[in-house]
């Protein structure tokens, strides 16, 4: 089902809108006032598992249904949650789905991989392939369907693209209406979409963005997805950005973000992911720490999803098993 929305077609693929949760316990861990901190909890977006690439394909696969496709295709870590999402979305609307993946079979086999495959995803392995060995990849997979007879659609990496982030503009006006006085909303910043629509509709000042990894220059993505969307330029010097909690690379776990992982289950029961909302989660400390996000003003940390990428990542699985108490 597809549905007018401006002078594009969106694909109904999640439900909306996501709850906004109150986390005191949380926040008075971090130093914020009790009535301080809230959880958008785009977890719940209900297709697949959840999580924030589902307001990004609404978009990208109301273009691609538009355009007569029959597959989809699309690039990504071993665990990527966006893969995983874009292989939901391909079964909701009766579309073949191809990952392109870096990295060879049998390194992983749990986590979001196990979706991919329930999912009915067909996965091309990229070997150890840079993003533009990647991107090349999957143009040698579209051009193999195409001489199939299929009508493939690229889907940007992270489903990432000014069309993409339309769906975080809404999201923007969404927050808006649940929380009038919000002062700034922290996101894990990777392939950019989610800040980028975000500051399209709240403005830069608002978005407080956690690099974690995944693009080598994160300002420039960023400002670039904003001045495609809004039509006006946005200078990378106006973003908020924390570059301090990427640790040893995107896939590597970081202790602020393990100690983020504890922090959130124990006082909210609360479970957030490695490589995204933990590192969010730390940024956000780190903002409290530094003087950056103060207490007595409305704070929102968006939850991006990412939970079925835990059980892919095996030095956040072993963290987490260490925690086990035993009962006497």
């Not at 959880?39 to 697949?48: A, C, S, V």
Request: proline share 5%; aromatic share 2%; with cysteine.
């Amino acid at each position: 089902m597809t549905t007018p929305d401006g002078d594009r077609r969106r694909a109904v693929l999640g439900t909306w809108p996501t709850p906004l949760e109150p986390a005191p316990r949380l926040a008075r861990a971090l130093g914020l006032g009790a009535d301080d901190l809230w959880i958008k909890r785009d977890d719940l977006t209900g297709l697949g598992g959840g999580g924030n690439k589902v307001r990004k394909l609404e978009w990208l696969c109301g273009a691609a249904l538009a355009d007569g496709a029959t597959v989809l295709v699309t690039t990504g870590a071993p665990q990527s949650n966006h893969a995983r999402l874009t292989a939901a979305a391909g079964a909701r609307l009766g579309l073949g789905v191809v990952l392109v993946l870096a990295g060879r079979p049998g390194a992983s086999s749990s986590g979001n991989l196990a979706l991919d495959g329930l999912l009915g995803a067909r996965v091309v392995w990229a070997g150890d392939a840079d993003a533009a060995a990647l991107a090349s990849a999957a143009h040698e997979v579209v051009e193999r369907l195409s001489r199939q007879g299929a009508v493939p659609a690229l889907i940007p990496f992270g489903g990432s693209s000014a069309l993409g982030a339309r769906g975080y503009a809404a999201c923007g006006r969404e927050l808006l209406a649940q929380a009038p006085d919000l002062d700034t909303v922290v996101t894990a910043l990777g392939s950019g979409g989610t800040m980028a629509g975000l500051v399209d509709s709240l403005g830069a000042r608002r978005v407080l963005g956690v690099h974690v990894g995944a693009v080598a220059d994160p300002a420039a993505v960023v400002s670039g997805l904003v001045s495609e969307l809004s039509g006006s330029p946005c200078p990378p010097q106006t973003l908020r950005l924390r570059l301090d909690q990427v640790g040893a690379g995107y896939a590597a776990l970081s202790e602020p973000a393990a100690s983020a992982l504890v922090l959130a289950a124990r006082t909210e029961g609360l479970v957030l992911d490695p490589v995204y909302t933990g590192r969010a989660l730390a940024g956000l400390a780190a903002a409290v720490a530094d003087g950056d996000v103060v207490p007595g003003r409305r704070t929102v940390l968006l939850h991006s999803g990412g939970l079925p990428g835990l059980f892919g990542h095996a030095a956040a699985v072993a963290s987490a098993e260490a925690g086990l108490t035993a009962e006497d």
